[in-house]
């Protein structure tokens, strides 16, 4: 068992960027691939980015490449998404999840989320 907490988000402006972070609990992050996904509303929730165990390979849903970078720091049991050039449409909340595989569906653990609100 993981307990994942999100923090980071805000109020932003559309072209500004934003370093969402989440810390783990309980196992070591390093046991899972880490992930973000975000939930915009009236919408589903959907992929955003994973990062593998050791952090040497990330993958991130098209609509974000370019945009955002994922990382994480084992040694502080974080996961951290920056996102740059933000835009409206990037409102959401974002949630982190800590899975046992890189599936792009789902994860095992979930955070609470942290709202991301882009103005234009």
């Known amino acids: 068992q993981v307990q994942l907490v999100e923090s980071g988000g805000g109020l932003v402006q559309a072209g500004g960027s934003l370093r969402l972070s989440c810390v783990a609990s309980g196992r070591t992050s390093s046991d899972y691939v880490m992930k973000w996904f975000r939930q915009a509303p009236g919408k589903e929730r959907e992929f955003v980015a994973g990062?593998?165990?050791?952090?040497?390979?990330?993958y991130y849903t098209e609509s974000m490449k370019g945009r955002c970078t994922i990382s994480r720091d084992n040694d502080k049991n974080a996961v951290y998404l920056q996102i740059a050039s933000l835009k409206p449409e990037d409102t959401a909340v974002y949630y982190c999840g800590a899975g046992s595989t890189s599936s792009t569906a789902d994860s095992d653990f979930w955070g609470q989320g942290t709202q991301v609100t882009v103005s234009s």
């Open positions: 990062i593998s165990r050791s952090g040497a390979s990330s």
